[in-house]
């Protein structure tokens, strides 16, 4: 076997393997604890797929409008855009599923950020 085709050969077994697989970018969404104080429940939004594949990222404030009696959000607004409508979306539809302790919040400005973190090889 010539010299080319060993190294052909060898790209195509580590491919197969995982060790030359693309890289891929790690994403997060971060809201940091202090807006999640008196909550009972409070989950992050997800990382929409067409903005990670775009690299879209950015940070953005939402004002919740909670019910004294319930604690339930009953509004969310968009103080401070990401500038992706998708990533806005996304945070807007899991600040509606926060819920708080009855009476101990009024409202709420949250920040949340959507960030790309670096490259991690990925392993297929």
Known sequence: MNPRNKIVVTALVLLQIGF????????????????????????????????????????????????????IVDEVKVLKTTGSRELDASAVMALFKWKFRPGAVKQRDVLVKFTVTGWTRGLH
């Open 20 to 71: 030359l697989s693309p890289c891929h970018a790690v994403e997060m969404v971060t809201i940091d604890a202090k807006y999640k104080k008196d909550s009972v429940v409070a989950p992050e939004p997800e990382y929409p797929v067409k903005s990670r594949n775009l690299g879209h990222q950015g940070q953005g404030i939402y004002r919740l409008v909670v019910n004294d009696k319930s604690g």
